[in-house]
């Protein structure tokens, strides 16, 4: 049974900073691109991050410089620590995995930037 967990979302005020973690079971953790997504309310799912099996990382545009995504194949778990975070970052984070045609999704992790 394939399970990924978010956490660490919740209530910053803007310039802060959030980690957000995803803890994986089910699956060969190691050979997964493992990649963060967000659904801001009446938008669609975007990409945030993804990092491969070889700590390769992509980032959107709109969070270059500011979130990095991380993994820890020993733990099964992959990171995203979020900096200068601004309103527009509001949004419900999910975890994903994807190795050929296997994508699985956790269930999402609501982050909200207000002051």
């Known amino acids: 049974q394939v399970q990924l967990v978010e956490s660490g979302g919740g209530l910053v005020q803007p310039g802060g900073s959030l980690r957000l973690s995803c803890a994986t079971s089910g699956i060969s953790f190691n050979i997964y691109v493992m990649g963060w997504y967000r659904q801001a309310p009446g938008k669609q799912r975007e990409l945030v991050a993804t990092?491969?099996?070889?700590?390769?990382?992509n980032y959107a545009d709109s969070v270059k410089g500011r979130f990095t995504i991380s993994r820890d194949n020993a733990k099964n778990t992959v990171y995203l620590d979020m900096n200068s975070l601004k309103p527009e970052d509001t949004a419900v984070y999910y975890c994903?995995?994807?190795?050929?045609?296997?994508?699985?999704w956790g269930q999402g992790t609501k982050v909200t930037v207000s002051s």
């Open positions: 994903n995995a994807r190795f050929a045609v296997a994508n699985y």
């Open positions: 990092i491969t099996s070889h700590s390769i990382t």
